[in-house]
């Protein structure tokens, strides 16, 4: 039977673990809180406890031979990812190494190219301290299976949409958005997608991979669609001063960081269709799921 360690079973972490359960996989699931543990107990998931961010305070990890899937995000501030290093540093400490290590890291590590293209070949600047610490991390991770000789897979994920996950707060409150024609392109995948995604990695992903829709629209569109959809008031536009002004610094961040995400090689090598290349289509089976 095959053998998965999710590190990290937050939003999609949870999916990927049930998903995989159900194909037949061996799962044993990381979190930080007990309390979300029940659902994937219930599901007869095995679950282990701890926080990343103490490297003393890291319990044994059983992840040895088995397929890694790691999924905590960095914490807020500096630009290095302390709790990577704090969980690679727990497997060399316990002698724990996996056999195959699946990354989830960001598109933010490709900084802003001003719209213009990226694939998996464009330089890596991050300009964002969550950028850099996504980049950070992925370095670590490859450092970790060049030293141990295992492979490493790194998906580079856009802005994750799906139910429960979409700016409800935002449109209700009627939080000003970037006039639209001010507004340049940015990334999406619905989570249904993004699950597939995963397990497709985690079969035969090699390398790295940028992880969208191929379906590019402003974040002043993507808000204005969800209100649409929702049948909601859109929200009111203002101009790039009164943006910065009035905007919390990490969603101006993503209103001006501008770039166009190539999937081209995650449709090809891991042979993806997607459920959702509409945003339209995503939003409408994001709106019907409980």
């Known amino acids: 039977m095959k053998k998965l360690f999710i590190a990290g079973c937050g939003y999609t972490g949870q999916r990927v673990a049930l998903a995989a359960h159900q ?24 679950v282990c406890l701890g926080t990343m961010d103490h ?25 290095i990812d302390l709790r990577a290093r704090n969980f690679c540093a727990a497997l060399e400490r316990d002698a724990s ?12 590590v490709y900084g802003d190219t001003a719209g213009a293209t990226v694939t998996e070949q464009s330089p890596t600047d991050p300009a964002s301290a969550m950028g850099k610490r996504r980049l950070d991390a992925e370095g670590l991770f490859q450092e970790f299976g060049r030293r141990h000789h295992i492979p490493v897979v790194i998906l580079r994920v856009s802005g994750i949409y799906g139910p429960g996950r979409l700016p409800l707060m935002q449109i209700s409150q009627g939080q000003p958005l970037l006039k639209e024609e001010l507004a340049k392109p940015s990334n999406r995948i619905q989570i249904e997608d993004l699950t597939q995604i995963c397990l497709a990695a985690l079969k035969r992903g090699e390398g790295i991979y940028n992880i969208s829709d191929g379906a590019p629209c402003s974040m002043t569109a993507y808000f204005n669609a969800v209100a649409s959809a929702l049948g909601m008031p859109r929200q009111p536009q203002v101009d790039l001063d009164e943006a910065r002004r009035v ?14 995400v190539d999937n081209r090689r995650m449709l090809t090598e891991l042979g993806i269709t997607l459920r959702y290349p509409a945003l339209a289509e995503g939003l409408r089976a994001a709106l019907s799921t409980p």
Do not use: C
């Not at 044994?60 to 914490?75: C, E």
């Not at 190494?97 to 933010?108: C, F, K």
């Not at 905007?247 to 166009?260: A, C, G």
């Open 97 to 108: 190494i996996p056999d195959r290590i699946i990354y989830l890291s960001a598109t933010s």
């Open 55 to 79: 490297q003393e305070d890291i319990p044994l990890l059983p992840v040895g031979g088995q397929t890694l899937l790691y999924s905590i995000p960095p914490q807020g501030g500096g630009s």
């Open 247 to 260: 905007m919390p610094p990490l969603l101006f961040n993503y209103f001006v960081e501008s770039r166009v």
């Open 23 to 46: 194909l037949g996989w061996q799962v044993t699931a990381h979190l930080r809180e007990e309390s979300k543990a029940a659902p994937l107990a219930l599901a007869g998931i095995a």
